[in-house]
């Protein structure tokens, strides 16, 4: 099982990435998917969520800015993340939760800096 992501990058403040996160070996139907997030010297948290059935969920501080979405026949879920701001920049991750086992993607770097 791989969960890989990809899409970061820098963006200045106010500005939009699309991280995606491509799944291999797994049914992804069976699986919610999460991201997550870590800044430096700080605890990762949740930030985004989607279900086996698309019922969606999001912290506070995104609500309003960033979407999660998925598409099982593409074993791909993504985050659209809008108006981003200094204080998130961080490694983002992405996170299969099935009915036994959650696996981790390695994470990618996102940057918010003028």
């Known amino acids: 099982v791989q969960l890989e992501e990809f899409g970061g990058g820098l963006v200045q403040p106010g500005g939009s990435l699309r991280l995606s996160c491509l799944v291999s070996?797994?049914?992804?139907?069976?699986?919610?998917i999460a991201w997550f997030r870590q800044a430096p010297g700080k605890e990762r948290e949740g930030i985004a969520c989607i279900s086996s059935t698309d019922t969606t969920y999001y912290e506070d501080s995104v609500k309003g800015r960033f979407t999660i979405s998925r598409k099982n026949a593409k074993n791909t879920a993504w985050l659209q993340m809008n108006s981003l701001k200094p204080e998130e920049t961080a490694v983002y991750y992405c996170k299969g939760v099935g009915p036994r086992f959650a696996y981790w993607g390695k994470g990618t770097q996102v940057t918010v800096s003028s």
């Open positions: 070996g797994l049914v992804l139907d069976n699986y919610a």
